[in-house]
């Protein structure tokens, strides 16, 4: 079975353990969904702004504890040329803020990054909100988001997520 790492020992195996929220919940009529093949996930779909719509997202709860250890996030990503957002919540409720930290992506390009706990900014619906600072220790979900206000096709690969 294919699987994205989340720093031995975790992991994020079963497809369906990717959900997805898509601004449908709003009126919006953007669609998304997660694949896998040979170990990469694939983050794919269209962007509509239609309805006033214009976001897409894909999230994981996490199956076992964060190490008290973990200082970073590390990624690696092949996007569309597209900026995306790496959201992490501290909490299991599917309406509950997020921390987010965007990313570019280069057209059909393997990229690697490393963010800290700091790099984040707490967001509720879009909108940065006042709340305590993000503990890595802390994490429940984890998930990518594309808002850029570009309507069309897009695709996010990704081969790992570690905390480390």
């Known amino acids: 079975m294919s699987s994205v790492s989340i720093a031995t020992p975790f992991t994020i195996e079963p497809e369906n353990s990717w959900n997805i929220i898509n601004d449908s919940v709003m ?12 170990q990469v996930a694939t983050f794919s779909g269209e962007l509509s702004l239609d309805n006033n719509g214009g976001f897409a997202s894909t999230r994981a709860r996490l199956t076992a504890k964060v190490p008290a250890k973990a200082t970073h996030v590390n990624i690696r990503v092949k996007g569309d040329g597209r900026q995306y957002q790496l959201r992490l919540r501290t909490s299991n409720d ?7 930290r965007t990313f570019n992506t280069e057209p059909s390009k ?11 900014s707490a967001l509720f619906r879009g909108q940065i909100i006042d709340a305590p600072k993000l ?5 429940k979900q984890v998930g990518f988001l594309l808002a850029d206000k570009q309507a069309g096709q897009f695709s996010l690969s990704f081969k790992s997520i570690l905390l480390d």
């Open 94 to 100: 599917w309406d509950a803020a997020a921390y987010s």
């Open 135 to 139: 503990n890595l220790t802390d994490i």
């Open 110 to 120: 393997w990229l690697s990054y490393q963010f800290s706990a700091e790099e984040f």
């Open 27 to 38: 009126g919006g009529v953007s669609s998304s969904s997660v694949r896998y093949d040979n």
